[in-house]
């Protein structure tokens, strides 16, 4: 479980998360939704660590993150995985380098059951033949893949997702959204997704956090979320023709 | 003066990163060895056509200049080997690097950056900027003096050849000149500097490229960047080592 209270962060004098507190729980595909600029990915990478907060409290379980030093902070970092919304696979290696790498940063496996590990992880995300592939021979689709078989190297309790869609087909997009939920399922995950795609939503959103502004204006379901009364993300919701259609037959 | 201190700090801080403990010994030795090969070996060829010219011009120019009686000609192998040892092969050799390798480094470590793989390093828990720089910093260190021997040994065949098929020096005195009040401390003077030179190159163009931010247009920037500074800090300690090491 990943808890955030009353986390505020600015850039610049610039408030960017104001007063965010929500709970993440775990075997859960918790997502964060909002648009462009609202503060999705600061607050993902915050989350992280990758930004220093200006005030608030990030707590992994009973340890309170922010406050660890780099080594505290490193002992926790192992058990992450993230998914970055460009993939972010190291352009030096080779599709099974990428997917080995963590497994020779932190383990003492032998050579072979690395080598079955990195089988099975691209195997598990459908990457077939692909090995000695180097990322910029891969499609966009292909490259989240490997990207996730990267972070499930080690076997994370926690997975974090920058809009894993992005730049990517409605078909590819929502095999990401499945092997995405999947994965959390199978491995009990404490999975945080950023999307502003509302087929995510719908599809793999068990529990949703709205932010808005730098401001968490709304968390829920998907099942609440069509029938919320909060307008800011009524107009986030129903913003294409489509939508619009659906809610006034809802109404 | 803010600003330079500011980056002084982020720079000084950034080499307390890169030089703390490693993770894994054996992933850092790799990686060492693949920067041997891509930032030294891959420099030879670029270090040897140079060195090879500017030999045989610091010749032609030396005879040009010493045209006089009064004066050996041996004294034109003499000027050649003094001025590639002292000058050329660390000082100059190591301006030609800091455009080759380091705007390869800034740039390489920029865009590492601006797509996000340094941030996917940082998640996993590794040190980046060990990682990252540390390998390169050695591999320099170990590599740039024996470029440096090369850049000695082929300036010096290239003053030898071009003294000689001009006709400027006869085989023999180019010979003797090289030979004559050699003194063996130059050496070490010259590969104490390539030592210091190649620390700047690295580090200076680690640091542009670490902390890049924004998109492609800033990659480039950070690599001229890279090239300038590295090039002015080159000139500023060659004096400052002239200095502490030959007076």
Redesign the interface.
């Known amino acids: 479980m990943i808890r955030v209270k009353n986390l505020n962060k600015s850039f610049t004098n610039q408030n960017v998360l104001n007063n965010i507190s929500v709970t993440f729980e775990p075997g859960k595909t918790n997502l964060i939704i909002g648009r462009s600029g609202s503060g999705k990915t600061v607050l993902l990478?915050s989350i992280?660590?990758?930004h220093d907060i200006d005030s608030g409290e990030i707590w992994y379980e009973n340890v309170l993150f922010n406050k660890l030093d780099?080594t505290g902070?490193?002992?926790i970092?192992?058990e992450?995985?993230?998914l970055?919304?460009?993939s972010?696979?190291?352009?030096s290696l080779t599709v099974e380098q990428n997917v080995r790498?963590?497994l020779?940063?932190?383990t003492d496996k032998t050579t072979e059951e690395k080598n079955e590990r990195v089988n099975f992880c691209l195997k598990r995300v459908d990457i077939i033949n692909a090995n000695k592939l180097s990322p910029a021979e891969l499609s966009g689709g292909m490259k989240k893949r490997v990207a996730i078989a990267r972070a499930i190297s080690l076997n994370p309790k926690y997975l974090?997702c920058d809009e894993p869609n992005s730049g990517l087909d409605p078909i590819t997009a929502i095999l990401i959204d499945e092997l995405i939920k999947e994965i959390t399922e199978e491995y009990s995950m404490t999975t945080i997704v950023n999307t502003h795609d509302m087929n995510s939503v719908m599809k793999i959103g068990e529990k949703i956090v709205f932010i808005s502004d730098g401001i968490k204006c709304w968390e829920g379901s998907k099942d609440e979320i069509l029938r919320s009364d909060c307008d800011t993300l009524n107009d986030f919701v129903f913003a294409n023709a489509l939508a619009k259609q659906l809610r006034s037959s809802l109404r | 003066m803010f600003r330079f201190l500011s980056q002084f700090g982020l720079y000084v801080l950034l080499l307390k990163k890169v030089f703390s403990r490693p993770?894994?010994s054996v992933?850092y030795y790799r990686q060492t060895m693949s920067e041997l090969v891509y930032l030294g070996l891959n420099s030879v060829g670029i270090i040897t056509i140079i060195s090879f010219f500017m030999g045989a011009v610091i010749t032609l120019q030396t005879a040009y200049n010493t045209e006089n009686p009064i004066y050996p000609t041996y004294l034109i192998g003499l000027g050649c080997r003094d001025s590639i040892i002292l000058e050329f092969s660390s000082t100059v050799a190591a301006l030609i690097l800091a455009g080759k390798v380091g705007s390869s480094i800034a740039s390489e470590i920029g865009?590492?950056r601006v797509?996000?793989?340094i941030?996917?390093l940082?998640?996993?828990?590794?040190?980046s900027a060990s990682y990252l720089i540390l390998p390169k910093i050695v591999a320099t260190l170990i590599f740039n003096p024996f470029l440096t021997l090369i850049s000695i040994i082929v300036g010096i065949i290239g003053g030898w050849l071009a003294g000689t098929l001009s006709g400027v020096i006869t085989s023999e005195d180019f010979i003797y000149g090289i030979q004559y009040a050699f003194i063996p401390y130059y050496i070490t003077y010259s590969l104490i500097k390539t030592l210091f030179f190649a620390f700047i190159i690295t580090s200076v163009s680690a640091f542009q490229g670490y902390y890049v931010d924004g998109g492609s247009l800033e990659v480039g920037r950070a690599s001229t960047k890279a090239v300038v500074f590295s090039s002015v800090l080159i000139l500023l300690f060659n004096v400052i080592l002239t200095q502490l090491l030959l007076s």
């Open positions: 990478k992280v660590g990758l780099f902070k490193k002992e970092r192992k992450m995985g993230m970055f919304q460009g972010a696979l190291f352009d790498f963590p020779d940063m932190f974090f | 993770e894994k992933v865009t590492m797509t996000e793989q941030d996917a940082e998640i996993m828990g590794v040190n």
